[in-house]
């Protein structure tokens, strides 16, 4: 995990990877913790989630690229 600066806004961003191999930028401030649950076995774990940086920075169409 890589973590950084946004350029536009400095917000603390963490830099994930998609699965087609591109950057994408998370919200350090957004992260949450979850549990999920396992129909089969009842166990419940923690899981760690953070949302797009997209989302959340007012400089967001600056640096988006086309798909």
């Known amino acids: ?3 950084g600066t946004c350029r536009s806004c400095h917000a603390e961003i963490i ?13 350090k401030a957004s992260e949450r913790r979850r549990f999920v649950l396992e129909p089969a076995t009842g166990i419940a774990r923690s ?14 169409d600056q640096h988006r690229k086309e798909p």
């Open 15 to 27: 830099w994930a990877v998609t699965e087609r191999g591109r950057r994408m930028p998370l919200s």
């Open 47 to 60: 899981i760690v989630t953070y949302e797009s940086h997209f989302a959340d920075c007012p400089n967001a």
């Open 1 to 3: 995990m890589n973590e």
